[in-house]
T-cell receptor, first 112, second 109 residues
Framework: DAGVIQSPRHEVTEMGQEVTLRCKPISGHDYLFWYRQTMMRGLELLIYFNNNVPIDDSGMPEDRFSAKMPNASFSTLKIQPSEPRDSAVYFC??????????FGSGTRLTVV | GENVEQHPSTLSVQEGDSAVIKCTYSDSASNYFPWYKQELGKRPQLIIDIRSNVGEKKDQRIAVTLNKTAKHFSLHITETQPEDSAVYFCAAMRNKFYFGSGTKLNVKP
């Protein structure tokens, strides 16, 4: 298995633009998580899905953030409009039965 | 919700020495405690985990201990090597993961 696949690896965008981050979980995993990592705040859970259904989105910072999981093999995290304070590394992770997360390589987002 | 505290925030040891990182949690219903290692610029990777029905688990040079009564768990690395240098995160799970703030381990050759 190729692991959790995220794209793009790096994204530089201007303030106000829409940004879409993509994730393909490990086949057969039933949980998918979106995390944001910054030096100041560490690893923050934004949202997670179980069997494609959003379970907890209490970590989504604002209405500018939205996430979808249309099927078991694909999820997106969208920021619209983006702001400089959204600059961070965004990780997607998946797991089977909510144990032992496997993280993707992350997307480093820079909003200028 | 759960609150996980991790200490120390930085740890510097000489190669060959042992390193211990400690975490406490607040919710007695948490039942799963993984540890992740994150090298600079890379993803966090699971290195060892323990469930609440076990007190200790060992995998070669790393071990984790859990004290449910005191609500704390620790990561022990013996015979440290320079490649152990990284940031280590603990986590406690009750429905979802709550991560500690991380410990930057530096192993000096």
């Amino acid at each position: 298995d190729a692991g959790v696949i995220q794209s793009p690896r790096h994204e530089v965008t201007e303030m106000g633009q829409e940004v879409t981050l993509r994730c393909k979980p490990i086949s057969g995993h039933d949980y998918l998580f979106w995390y944001r990592q910054t030096m100041m705040r560490g690893l923050e859970l934004l949202i997670y899905f179980n069997n494609n259904v959003p379970i907890d989105d209490s970590g989504m910072p604002e209405d500018r953030f939205s996430a979808k999981m249309p099927n078991a093999s694909f999820s997106t995290l969208k920021i619209q409009p983006s702001e400089p304070r959204d600059s961070a590394v965004y990780f997607c992770a998946s797991s089977l039965h909510n144990y032992g997360y496997t993280f993707g390589s992350g997307t480093r987002l820079t909003v200028v | 919700g759960e609150n996980v505290e991790q200490h120390p925030s930085t740890l510097s040891v000489q190669e060959g020495d042992s390193a211990v990182i400690k975490c406490t949690y607040s919710d007695s219903a948490s039942n799963y405690f993984p540890w992740y290692k994150q090298e600079l610029g890379k993803r966090p990777q699971l290195i060892i985990d323990i469930r609440s029905n076990v007190g200790e688990k060992k995998d070669q040079r790393i071990a984790v201990t859990l004290n449910k009564t005191a609500k704390h768990f620790s990561l022990h690395i013996t015979e440290t090597q320079p490649e152990d240098s990284a940031v280590y995160f603990c986590a406690a799970m009750r429905n979802k993961f709550y991560f500690g703030s991380g410990t930057k381990l530096n192993v000096k050759p």
